[in-house]
């Protein structure tokens, strides 16, 4: 199942667990959505490809809150609240052949360091894989999204994209490329699964609010599960276990996210948790993923194969 992006399948700025399903597939089903990003102000000029969903959603209104466009929600059949979602990241692709960055006055980790907005349109070299700056550089790319999330807990009403929260949201974490896995817990009956904000490329921090960012393609294996107990965003690579933190405070997203990799390696290795504080101290790795989106983020990483 494909799902294009467009005004009938898009939702711009906020979560809510209201939302009606724009599709719904069984657990363990693939599905591809297609995504697009940013407002009028970013678009690139003559010769570039602008996916025209993207002037679509533009000639349909502003958006109702400040925030992402969003593909979706793909409802799970039999997902229920108390489940976990299986996200498989199984391929991302890039399907324009430019992205855009901007710095704005009073955002970012620096918000009273540049005071006028700056707008970047950077070529994507899709044959090359890389991004060409415009001093030059050649920069590698490692497509993910952004934003992937389920429907977030009915009583929070109508919600921002904007802050990562436990149903997932505005991660931003540059780790979840294809051939990862997420788990998010589920809130709603569906589990109701959005994703937007695509990403050509991204350093931990994403310190001025924007990657490159732009449209993509991605194909998703979507599971429910009833074996795990996740109230809280986790993820895993082939190498690597990754538990999260999201607190306005980088300290505490610090605390959420190593007392989650504690619990883990506990549970997994069969070790006290003792222990598990002292492997993590040893070789667990604490990042940041991002310090712009209000709620910050910290993602610790522990190799498999010590574990």
């Known amino acids: 199942m ?3 992006a467009g005004p009938k399948t898009c939702h711009w700025g906020f979560f809510d667990a209201g939302l009606m399903p724009v599709a719904t597939v069984s657990s363990g089903s693939e599905v591809t959505m297609q995504s697009v990003s940013g407002g009028k102000a970013v678009l690139p000029g003559e010769g570039f490809h602008v996916p025209p969903e993207l002037l679509e959603l533009h ?5 109702a809150m400040p925030g992402h466009i969003l593909t979706g929600p793909v409802a799970v059949d039999g997902a229920m609240p108390g489940d976990v979602l299986q996200i498989d990241i199984l391929d991302v692709q890039l399907r324009q052949d430019w992205g855009y960055n901007v710095i704005r006055p009073l955002a970012g980790t620096l918000p009273l360091e540049f005071d006028r907005m700056h707008h970047t349109t950077i070529l994507l070299d899709l044959e090359a894989n890389e991004a060409v700056m415009p001093w030059g550089l050649r920069l590698p790319l490692s497509p993910f999204f952004g934003v992937m999330a389920v429907a977030p807990p009915p009583g929070w009403g109508r919600i ?3 802050e990562p929260r436990a149903h997932g949201g505005n991660l931003d974490n540059k780790e979840l490329v294809a051939g990862t896995t997420l788990y ?15 990403h ?4 931990d921090g994403e310190v001025c609010v924007t990657a490159i960012e732009t449209a993509l393609q991605g194909r998703f294996r979507l599971t429910v599960r009833r074996d795990l107990d996740f109230a809280y965003p986790e993820a895993e690579t082939p190498t690597h276990w990754i538990t999260m933190g999201m607190h306005a405070d980088l300290d505490v997203c610090t605390e959420i996210a190593l007392r989650r990799m504690i619990d883990l390696v506990s549970t997994k290795a069969g070790i006290s948790r003792e222990e598990a504080y002292m492997l993590c101290s040893l070789a667990g790795d604490l990042r940041i993923t991002q310090t712009v989106n209000r709620e910050k983020g910290v993602h610790m990483m522990m190799s498999k194969a010590l574990i």
């Open 2 to 4: 494909i799902v294009p």
């Open 59 to 63: 000639a349909s209104g502003e958006p």
């Open 160 to 162: 921002s994209t904007i």
């Open 184 to 198: 998010l817990p589920v809130f709603v009956e569906g589990a109701l699964f959005s994703c937007g904000d695509g």
């Open 200 to 203: 050509g490329a991204q350093g």
